[in-house]
C-alpha cells in the first residue's frame, strides 16, 4: 500500500479528471444539524439509499454519525450492509423489507426491515426469535405500505410490537397541497393504535410542514444534499455537491458552422466554443443538449456551465462523454484548455441544471455515475 497521506494518489487523479465531483461533508454535517433542529421534539434521521442520492453514502454516513445522527434508512439490504461496516451503534432501516433469502443478510447485521405488506409481516413473524422491525402504512400515496386496515387489523394481533410505525407524503414539496393534512389526520389515527411505537410521517418536505408532521423521527434525504427542491429550504440548506468537468479543447469556429451531432446547433458568429469531458454517460443528462433532443418540453433551451465568472450556454446535443459550450463571451485570455467548467454547485442549482433536463436533482444526482473523480472535504467539521 502507498503511504503517503500529503499527497495521495487520489489528489493527483482528482487534479487531472475529465470530470469530477467535490461533496462538502461539513455542509452535509450543517444542514442535518439544521434539519434536526427543525424537527423540534423529534430527531432528524438520515436517508441515504442510493449510495447517499450518489454523494457518497459511506462519506456521509461516517460524518452523520460522528455528528451524533443515530437513525438512517436505504432502500436495500446491501446497501444497509455496507453502512453497518461504519455506522456501529446506529440504527439502519431497510426500506424495501425484508425477502426469504435475504434474512441472513437482514438480521446478521442487524438492519431493522420496514415491513409493507400483511405477507412481508407473516413471513417476519413465522422466522420466530425477536426481530426489530417498523411498519409502513400508506396513507394516499399508494407505493409501498399496509393499508390502514390492514394496520388496525395487526394492532390487534398479540406480539405486534413495531419499533417504528412510518407512512409517506406525497405532496410534501408543496405546503399548499391539501393532501398533506389528509395524510398526517388519517397517520395520526393509525399511531394512536401502536402507543409503544416511535411514529415517523415526514421527509424533507414535511419538516417544513410544521410540528404536527415532526412526530418522533423526520425521515431527510434531498434536504442534506440539496435544498433546492423546497422552496423553504433553499435559504437554510447549503448545496453539497460540486460537479465540473475539464475542458479538453478550445476550438474557433466560424459563422455558419455547426456543433455535435445532427449538426442542430448553428453558429450565427464567429466564435468560440470548449468542449468539456463529461457527458451522457457521467448522468450529465442528454435531455440539457443546447438543442436537437424531442423529449424537453418545458422549452427550455438547455444547461449552463459556469466559467471564468460567468455563465456559459450547452451548444448542440450532448454526447456520450462530452459536452460542448459557447464560450465566445468569455475573453480569450481567460479560459485555457485545462480549466474546468462547473456543471453544477454554487454558482448554478442543481435544481436549475436539472430543470434544463425536464427532471429533479434526485434524478439528476444519483444519475452522476461512475466516471466521475470524487473528493470528499472538510471530513472533521468545525
Ligand atoms: C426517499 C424517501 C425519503 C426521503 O425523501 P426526501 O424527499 O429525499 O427527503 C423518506 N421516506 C421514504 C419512505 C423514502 O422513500
Redesign the pocket.
Known sequence: MNQLPSFPADTLAFDSAAARLTVDLAAIVGNWRMLDSLSGKARASA?V?ADGYGVGAEAVGRALVTAGCRDF?VATAAEGRRLRGLALDARIFV?NGVWPGAEQDVFTHNLVPVINSPEQLEYLLGLGGSHDYSLHVDTGMNRLGLTIADAQALSAMPGANPVLVMS?LAC?DDPGDPMNHRQCRDFRAVTALFPRSEASLS???GIFLGEDYHLDLT?????LYDGGTIEAAIATIKPVITAEARILQIRTVRAGETASYGATHRFERDGRIAVVGAGYADGWLRTMSGSGVTARDDGSAGAFGFLAGQKVPVVGRITMDLTTFDISAIPENRVRSGDYVELFGPNIGLGEAAKAAGTIG?ELLTSLGARYARRHVHGVPA
Open positions: 436517508v439509499k434508512f426500506l409517506h410534501a421527509s424533507s418536505g425521515r431527510p434525504g434531498i434536504a434526485y
